[in-house]
């Protein structure tokens, strides 16, 4: 399939710029794939939407302070985006000007209100798509993520458009994320979740059994291949707790309960750990899913709404069909839903509903 067919047109004003004032305080178009009717709630209307019995599986990733503010030798400025560490003190990462930036360059991460020097980056070997090997170093010595979470900035979506501040500190984290991790992205349908509305959906009988996948490129990295089958998905890291795992298992055996994904990064986790009789509990993925993919894991999904042209909206349409997917973003957007990270949410219901 041609990328031009997940296009769509998107009101530039219709992308959040910040979130809503309260996390549960977004709209939700109910999508159902079986059925394929919409409808208008809220995200406080979860608790009666999602069955007393279901088990949510949300992504508990922390996001780290992966944006580096750099002064590049002879004045320029520049900007890294570090994506993983290696284990050896350095990190992979995704720096501008990439010309100007090359292997053997050093430039100085800074702050961005006052200018000042908080550490160097070594740029080492080119890596896959472009990427660079990088060191942060101060002192002569490699700081670790916990060091740059001390002077990095969030990592905020290009399509915002302001410097993260003290509001985005807590609210692009989600409620529930645990201390560990190092996404560049945050899972953004976990960020409607406040720990009362958790206690809600468990009081029910609902379980929360997190899983996690370490947000990289390949969840937001543009498609630029003109056919959707030559796109390459960044890898990307997974874990899964023996806790989830243990109490996800025979779930999926047996499919006696309904599965609700909350985002799309946690079901692309469980589509790739799943192999039809037991769960990887860490590893990493490449998964792509695109029309004509069958779900094997999740009955629902939360999400909110993605990028034209997309592999996030490439994966809406697989559950839902191009023309169906359109069409609830065409009611999203006639209706006025906030869009992106800082956006409203839809939940697809009966999303394995074309399953084969």
Not at 270 to 279: C, Q
Request: glycine content about 8%; proline content about 5%; overall charge neutral.
């Amino acid at each position: 399939m041609r990328r031009s067919e997940f296009h769509f047109i998107l009101p530039e004003e219709l992308i959040a710029q910040h979130p809503a004032p309260e996390r549960d305080g977004a709209r939700l178009l109910v999508v159902d794939a079986k059925s394929k009717t919409l409808s208008h709630r809220t995200i406080r209307d979860l608790q009666e939407l999602i069955p007393a019995d279901s088990i949510l599986v949300p992504n508990d990733v922390k996001v780290r302070h992966a944006r580096l503010i750099l002064r590049r030798k002879g004045g320029g400025v520049g900007e890294a985006l570090l994506l993983r560490a290696f284990g050896d003190g350095s990190f992979e990462a995704m720096v501008r000007p990439g010309a100007r930036l090359k292997p053997g360059a050093i430039a100085w991460v800074v702050s961005p209100e006052t200018g000042a020097e908080l550490a160097e980056l070594h740029i080492g070997d080119t890596l896959e798509e472009g990427l660079r090997k990088v060191r942060v170093v101060r002192n002569s010595c490699d700081l670790d993520w916990d060091s740059v979470d001390r002077i990095g900035r969030l990592p905020l979506p290009p399509y915002i458009s302001h410097l993260a501040d003290a509001s985005d500190e807590s609210r692009y984290q989600t409620a529930f994320h645990a201390n560990e991790g190092e996404a560049v992205a945050a899972p953004t349908a976990g960020l409607h979740f406040t720990n009362g509305l958790i206690a809600t959906l468990q009081s029910k009988g609902c379980q929360w059994l997190p899983v996690r996948l370490h947000v990289g490129l390949g969840t937001f990295r543009p498609m630029t291949a003109a056919n959707i089958e030559d796109h390459t998905m960044h890898e990307e890291r997974f874990e899964i707790p023996e806790a989830t795992a243990s109490a996800l298992l025979p779930i999926l055996r047996d499919h006696n309960h309904p599965l609700v994904c909350i985002g799309t990064t946690s079901l692309r986790t469980l589509e790739a750990a799943w192999n039809g009789h037991d769960l990887e509990r860490s590893g990493s993925t490449r998964i792509f899913i695109k029309p004509g993919y069958r779900l094997r894991t999740a009955d629902h999904l939360l999400t909110n709404f993605h990028l034209p042209e997309s592999t996030l909206f490439v994966l809406i349409s697989a559950l839902l069909g191009l023309d169906f997917a359109k069409a609830a973003y065409a009611e999203a957007v006639t209706n006025r839903y906030r869009f992106f990270s800082y956006g409203d949410a839809m939940l697809i219901l009966n999303a394995r509903s074309q399953r084969s």
